[in-house]
């Protein structure tokens, strides 16, 4: 589940837009981290990743609003929600 923060395109037809003003901080492993991190990079987020216990501890905020264009209803519902469970502020305009 990749998308690009970028400016509203003509192929959009819902917009999310989020932010994350403080730190937040969550745990992962392996590919799962690398995943999340490499996702809250292109969603223009500031990433800090350390590793103690066998685990990784991300750290990331996103103080100014951003936005993603998306194409469906469906996928911009599946965005917010995952941005809303990592801590983030949404607004889903149609």
């Given at each position: 589940m990749l998308a690009k923060a970028a400016e509203p395109n003509t192929a959009a037809k819902e917009l999310v837009s989020y932010r994350l003003e403080?730190?937040?901080?969550?745990?992962?492993?392996?590919?799962?981290?690398?995943k999340l991190v490499g996702t809250l990079k292109k969603l223009r987020c500031e990433v800090k990743v350390g590793s103690h216990g066998g685990h990784m501890d991300v750290n990331y905020r996103c103080p100014k609003w951003q936005q993603m264009a998306l194409k469906s209803h469906e996928e911009a519902?599946?965005?917010?929600?995952?941005?809303?469970?990592?801590?983030f502020e949404t607004q889903h305009a149609h």
């Amino acid at each position: 589940m990749l998308a690009k923060a970028a400016e509203p395109n003509t192929a959009a037809k819902e917009l999310v837009s989020y932010r994350l003003e403080k730190w937040k901080t969550t745990h992962s492993e392996g590919e799962k981290a690398d995943k999340l991190v490499g996702t809250l990079k292109k969603l223009r987020c500031e990433v800090k990743v350390g590793s103690h216990g066998g685990h990784m501890d991300v750290n990331y905020r996103c103080p100014k609003w951003q936005q993603m264009a998306l194409k469906s209803h469906e996928e911009a519902h599946q965005w917010e929600a995952w941005l809303k469970k990592l801590g983030f502020e949404t607004q889903h305009a149609h």
